[in-house]
């Protein structure tokens, strides 16, 4: 077992990201300083961890060298997901396919990620096309997770979790459409969010599909991070849809209904490990005078075929229209194995489509009705322990690997069709040394309540950190 981390005694220390931004803010340290310190840090995990999709560190230095920014985050270094156009960066999605030519221009996820000031010194690695939950590859070195770099660091916004658990950088950009930033953040001992469905910019691949899976946010090592991040985007989009989350700073007073989700949709039961971190969370719950009650999954089997009907879409427009959906210069005889597979079980079902996107929209309306009577929704955010790098090899019998894939993300894709809030917060450690997730869902539009829970959890329960 290898742990790897780059915290050290250097201008960054063990701040987070309000931390950075406060420092360079009062004049301590400045944005060139900030990002010479996270750029060295990366050089020294980058060799074990390979998070790192693109490095753009020549124009972060300019930037840096202007102290032209502005938001929560002025100045504060960080890196984006490799599937969101950034000006000047390829949009390579994790995959050999796609024609290596710099955007042209930020897409809107990535203006609103760089008006919060953080300064982009590069891209996140991500399995190919973010199909799935861990970021290996066919053709290229695994991102390994630094708790434990025999283990996945998690999917698909992997190499930012890996970065921001080993002390590079205190906050990264990911994007969610199964599961995507609470899956890794859960591998790699984080806090992520994933916000309401348009609480924040459309990502540029959801564009006229019929149900929009993906929401962008950020891991971070905080609560505090993530609250200030969202509350910087509510200062630049206020989506009046929506009630205002506004800059959550602690705890809420009042004590919450948790609904409790303890058995996957699989049929199958938690591991020792998951099935313990999860107790634990109930004692500390009810000794902070929440209230726990264990209630059956509101949504139906049917579900994981109807969802994965769906998924396999996305795969099979990829994979056979890569021109359109991805760019021009798509060449399709370098997609993965894994996308090519299941792109075909899409082709095997395609007529189940129309059916599974109203079973989608049922389930979606069963698993709702929970907040009528709840506040919010308790699970594990995995159904089991953060599996060794191969368990999910990408290059694998497909069959043996989706069934796999299946078992493990149970949890997390209810919330992504559903278009409701979530969050994963580090309240658990395996045998194995690595994180276990816990994972809280609450209402359309309740992020509120989920931050103000999670920042009495951290405080109950400071969540580690890796020691060496």
Known sequence: ??????FTDDCLGELDAVGVAQSIAAGEISPTEAAKAALARIDVVEPTLGAVAYDDRERALARAATGDFGGAFAGVPSLIKNNTQFEGIPTLYGSAAPAVVPAAANEPV??????????????????????????????????????????????????AAALVASGAVPIAHGNDGGGSIRIPAAACGLVGLKPTRGRVAQSAQMKGMPIDLVSNGVL?????????YFADLERQRRVDSLPPIGLVEGPGTKRLRVAMLNAPLTGRLLDADTSRALDATVELLESLGHRVTTIPMPIDRAYINQFTDYWALMAFGIERLGAQSIGKGFDRSKVDPFTKGLSSRFMKRFYRLPSSIMGLK???????????????????????????????????????????????????????????????????????????????????GDERTLLELAFELEAAKPFARIQD
Do not use: C
Request: aromatic share 8%.
């Open 110 to 159: 990535a203006d609103e990620l760089v008006a919060t000031g953080l300064n982009i010194l590069g891209a996140t690695t991500m399995p190919a096309f973010g199909l799935t939950a861990t970021t290996e590859f066919a053709d290229r070195a695994p991102t390994r997770n630094p708790w434990n770099t025999d283990f996945s660091s998690g999917a698909s916004s992997g190499g």
């Open 1 to 6: 077992m290898l742990h790897v981390h780059a």
């Open 362 to 444: 049922r389930a979606n309306k069963a698993f709702h009705a929970i907040f009528d009577n709840f506040d919010v929704v308790l699970s594990p955010t995995l159904a089991h322990a953060v599996p060794e790098i191969g368990h999910l090899d990408p290059s694998g019998d497909f069959d043996e690997i989706f069934a796999r894939l299946i078992d493990y993300v149970a949890f997390t894709p209810a919330n992504n069709t559903s278009g409701g809030p979530a969050i994963t917060v580090p309240l658990g450690q395996g045998s194995n040394g690595v994180p276990v997730g816990i994972h809280f869902s609450s209402g359309l």
């Open 220 to 228: 971070t090592r905080t609560v505090r991070d993530t609250a200030h």
